[in-house]
Structure formats: C-alpha cells, structure tokens
C-alpha cells in the first residue's frame, strides 16, 4: 500500500524557518516527479515546488529563493525547507506525485507572531 | 505567470451532465499543456481525477472524462452523482516546468 506521511507543520513567527517531511511508502520517491502543493485556509491549490527523478527542481515564483525542495533516497523521503517565512505562506502543504494520484495528509504551517 | 480560469461555481441536476472548463490566459490549451483534473472534498486531500488530457486514474468513475475543447482543457461528468459534490480543479503545465492550477470550480449536485 503506497503512504505519503508529512510532518514538520507547526506555528512559526515571520522570518522563521521549518522543514517539511515527508515519508513514503510502497514506492520510490527517485522514481518519479514529486511535487509539493499548499492551500491556504478556504483558498485554492497552490502548486509549490517539484524534484524530478534526475534531481532538478522548481519552484514556483512566491518562494523561489525561500523554499528547496529535496529528498533523501535512502529514506525514501521528499522534504521542503522553508525560510523566511511570511504570513501569507499560511497554508495545509500536501505533498503528492500528481499523476500517481498518490498524496500526503497535508502539514498545517501557520505563519504567525 | 499565466493565469489559468475555471468556473467559480457549476449547479447540475443529479444524472444530469455538466462540462467544466479551463482556460489559460496565454491562448488556447493544448495536450502540451498537460491538463490535470483535481476533485477535492471538504477535509480532505485533493485526488487526481485526469492527468495528461485525459487519463484516468484506475479509481476515476467511468462518467468522468477529459478532454481538449474550444482551446480549453474540459472536464465532462455525465450521470452526476451526489457523492460527485465537490471542488475541482484543473492544473496546466507551461514552460520552465512551473505549473499552475486554476482558481477552482465548486459544483453543486442539486
């Protein structure tokens, strides 16, 4: 049975920092693009960053440069380093391989002082 | 970035059948674009209905299907179900490998 399991979430002051995990199970992560996606309370999905099975990644404009995207093969694991966090990046993080229809619970990060 | 376009909000009768679209603001969306559909319901994850135009997923109900029309990507669901209540959707790849989704269409099963 394939599991995406995130965590890392939590209440961080703006400016502050925190990395997402997220551990799979049932496939490889290096096998396929894995991407990350957030949703702002009552908003839309926001597609975030993706690693492709080579290792390239990217990332969407509004975090470029705050946000790397990486994974730990012998873990299995995708991650999310957030930095310089602003309140607007608020947000239920799903990671997911979206055309495997496999995703994660979601981690709640909330931006706040 | 592009801006990618969906109804905010579909009323459909149950068996009933009813098209969402999605449109980008760079011209017409074609299979380069990648379509996928998302269905996500309340307190839940999003699941992939389509990717790829109009692959399914081995879970996605049959009246479900994807399509390219008018140059935008559609998602047609035929014999609606009220279990089909949900937000949906549509996420378009571009150049760069930066996709985007659209804002969403909420659609009513009534």
């Known amino acids: 049975e394939v599991q995406l399991v995130e965590s890392g979430g939590g209440l961080v002051q703006p400016g502050g920092s925190l990395r997402l995990s997220c551990a799979a199970s049932g496939f490889t992560v290096s096998s396929t693009h894995m991407t990350w996606v957030r949703q702002a309370p009552g908003k839309g999905l926001e597609w975030v960053s993706v690693i492709f099975g080579d290792g390239t990644t990217y990332s969407a404009d509004s975090v470029k440069g705050r946000f790397t995207i990486s994974r730990d093969n012998s873990k299995n694991t995708l991650y999310l380093q957030l930095n310089s966090l602003r309140a607007e990046d608020t947000a239920v993080y799903y990671c997911a391989c979206l055309h495997c229809d496999y995703w994660g619970q979601g981690t709640l990060v909330t931006v706040s002082s | 970035q592009a801006v990618v376009t969906q109804e905010p909000s579909l009323t459909v009768s149950p068996g009933g059948t009813v098209t969402l679209t999605c449109g980008s603001s760079?011209?017409?969306?074609?299979?380069?674009?990648?379509p996928y559909w998302f269905q996500q319901k309340p307190g839940q994850a999003p699941r992939t209905l389509i990717y790829?135009?109009?692959k399914k997923q081995s879970w996605t109900p049959a009246r479900f299907s994807g399509s390219l029309l008018g140059g935008k990507a559609a998602l047609t669901l035929s014999g609606a179900q009220p279990e089909d209540e949900a937000e949906y959707y549509c996420l378009l790849s571009y150049s760069g490998a930066r996709p985007v989704f659209g804002g969403g269409t909420k659609l009513t099963v009534l």
């Open positions: 760079t011209g017409a969306v074609t299979s380069g674009h990648y």
């Open positions: 790829d135009t109009s």
